[in-house]
C-alpha cells in the first residue's frame, strides 16, 4: 500500500500530499513500484500445436455480443470499412462521424469515397452529441458512426432512433469498448453494424478485428469488403452478391491472421474478467480524484458499465495555473505514464523522441487541405454537391476537450495491477497538484 503518512487517508474530503519536491525539478518518484504491463498475446492453444477455426471463432463472438453475425476481419478499421461496404457509402454520400477520436474511425469514409461530416461530442462522455448529428444530416447522409470513446458508449439509442427517422445506417465503432453494456445489452448488437478492434484492446491480441450484426444483408455485403473466395463462398447466399465471391468480393485481403484469431479465441474466455477488475480500478482513481483540484474524472452514464480501454480525466489549467503539458510531463516524473491522447496522436511514434502535437482530426492538414487522392477527391468529386465544413472553430467542444484531456493506459489499469497501485497513481497526481505553483515558468520542450 502506498505510504499514508505522504498522501491523505482517504476518509479525507480533500485529497492531499506532504511529499515536497517533485520528481521533475530533481525530487524522488512517488511511484515507487512499476506497475505491470501484463503480455496479451502469449496463446497455449497455439502453442499445443491447435488454432481456433473461423466458423468456430465467429459463433463464439458472435454468442458473447448476443448478435446474429460476426465477421472476423484483418483489423478494426477493415471492419470499420466493411462497415462501410455493408452500408454501401460511395461517392457523393457523407458519412457523420466525431472529429474527437482515432483517425482510422474517419479514414475508412475516405476509403470507400464518401466524405467525412464531423459532428460534436457531449462533453461529459465525449461521444457524439446526438442532436449536432441531427442538425448535421442531409439528404446526402448514407451513415453515421459512432465511437465509443476510450470504452464508453456513445449516445447509442438516441443516435439508433435518429438513423431510423432518416433511413440511415448507425454504425458502432466500439473498438475500445468490447465488453461494455447499456441498460443491460452488451455492445454488439444494438447498433445496426458494430465494429471491434484487438490490437492493443479489451479483447487484446496481436491484430485482428470483427464486424457484428444482426443483418443478414449487412453481414453478406460487409463480406464483399475482401474475405478468400472460399469464405465468401460459405456465406453469400445472395445469388446477386454470390457472383462476386471468385474475385474475393471486391479484391482487398481483410482476412484475419489466424495466429491473432486463436488469441482472441481464448480471451473471450476471460475477457469480461479483466475488464471488472480494471473497472474496480478505475473507480477508485475516480473516487479519489474527485477529490483533487482542477481535476475532472471520467463521466459515466446511468445504465451505462464503461470498460475504461484507457482512463481519460480533464485539466484545470485555468484553476492550476500551468499548462497541461506541464502538467502531464510532471506526472509522468512521478512514475505514471499518461498521455494527451487524441491531441498527440502520434505518441507511439516520436520523431527524435518528441510529441507531434497535432489536435482534433478535423484539423490536420489532410482535412485543412481536403486533397486525399489528389484531385481534390473524395470532397470535391463530381458525384459530391455538398461542401464539408473543416474549420477551425467549428466544432467547439471537441476543440476545449483536446486541450484538457489527459489519460492513463489500458495495461497500467489492469490486472495484475491493484488498488496498490492505483493509490501510487493518485499519490503522483496529488503530489503534483498540490506542488504545481513549482511549475510556473517551466517549458517543456
Not at 468490447?178 to 447498433?191: K, L, M, P, R, S
Not at 468480393?249 to 473471450?268: K, P, S
Not at 473497472?279 to 481535476?295: M, P, R
Request: aromatic content about 8%; charged content about 20%; some cysteine.
Amino acid at each position: 500500500m502506498a505510504d499514508r503518512t505522504r498522501c491523505e487517508p482517504r476518509t479525507n474530503p480533500v485529497r492531499s500530499c506532504t511529499m515536497s519536491k517533485l520528481a521533475l525539478l530533481g525530487g524522488e518518484k512517488a511511484v515507487t513500484t512499476e506497475p505491470h504491463s501484463a503480455g496479451h498475446h502469449r496463446s497455449p492453444m497455439w502453442e499445443s500445436g491447435k488454432a481456433a477455426d473461423w466458423e468456430e471463432f465467429s459463433e463464439a463472438f458472435a454468442a458473447k455480443m448476443q448478435v446474429e453475425y460476426a465477421l472476423p476481419v484483418s483489423s478494426g478499421q477493415v471492419a470499420l470499412n466493411s462497415a462501410l461496404v455493408a452500408a454501401q457509402a460511395g461517392p457523393g454520400d457523407e458519412v457523420i462521424v466525431p472529429s474527437f477520436t482515432w483517425i482510422a474511425s474517419v479514414s475508412c469514409i475516405m476509403h470507400n469515397n464518401a466524405v467525412p461530416i464531423f459532428a460534436d461530442v457531449d462533453p461529459k462522455t465525449y461521444t457524439l452529441d446526438p442532436e449536432d448529428v441531427r442538425r448535421k444530416i442531409t439528404h446526402r447522409t448514407k451513415a453515421i458512426i459512432a465511437v465509443d470513446l476510450y470504452g464508453h458508449p456513445a449516445h447509442l439509442k438516441e443516435l439508433l432512433a435518429i438513423a431510423r427517422e432518416h433511413d440511415i445506417v448507425l454504425i458502432e465503432d466500439s473498438a475500445q469498448a468490447t465488453g461494455a453494456y447499456v441498460d443491460g445489452e452488451i455492445v454488439g448488437g444494438i447498433a445496426d453494424i458494430t465494429c471491434f478492434s484487438f490490437a492493443g484492446k479489451p479483447i487484446a491480441a496481436t491484430s485482428g478485428g470483427v464486424m457484428t450484426t444482426n443483418s443478414r444483408e449487412y453481414y453478406e455485403l460487409g463480406a464483399l469488403g475482401g474475405q478468400h473466395p472460399s469464405t465468401l463462398s460459405k456465406i453469400l447466399t445472395n445469388s446477386d452478391l454470390l457472383k462476386y465471391a471468385s474475385t474475393g468480393g471486391y479484391g482487398d485481403n481483410h482476412r484475419i491472421d489466424r495466429y491473432a484469431m486463436t488469441v482472441a479465441y481464448e480471451a473471450l474466455e476471460t475477457f469480461e474478467e479483466a475488464n471488472d477488475a480494471r473497472i474496480a480500478n478505475c473507480d477508485l482513481l475516480t473516487q479519489e480524484l474527485s477529490k483533487v483540484k482542477g481535476i475532472t474524472p471520467p463521466h459515466v452514464e446511468p445504465g451505462v458499465k464503461h470498460v475504461y480501454h484507457m482512463y481519460s480525466s480533464l485539466y484545470n489549467e485555468e484553476e492550476l495555473g500551468v499548462p497541461r503539458e506541464v502538467f502531464v510531463k510532471a506526472i509522468n516524473a512521478e512514475g505514471v505514464t499518461a498521455l494527451t491522447y487524441v491531441n498527440s496522436a502520434n505518441f507511439l511514434f516520436h520523431p527524435g523522441g518528441k510529441p507531434m502535437p497535432s489536435g482534433p482530426i478535423h484539423h490536420r492538414p489532410l482535412f485543412q487541405e481536403k486533397n486525399v487522392y489528389g484531385h481534390g477527391c473524395p470532397f470535391q468529386c463530381p458525384h459530391y454537391t455538398g461542401e464539408a465544413d473543416y474549420s477551425i472553430g467549428s466544432l467547439p467542444v471537441t476543440e476545449k476537450l483536446v486541450d484538457q484531456e489527459f489519460n492513463f493506459l489500458q495495461p497500467h489499469l489492469s490486472a495484475p495491477n491493484g488498488p496498490d497501485q492505483m493509490e501510487q497513481f493518485l499519490d503522483a497526481v496529488t503530489k503534483v497538484v498540490d506542488n504545481i505553483g513549482d511549475l510556473e515558468g517551466y517549458q517543456v520542450d
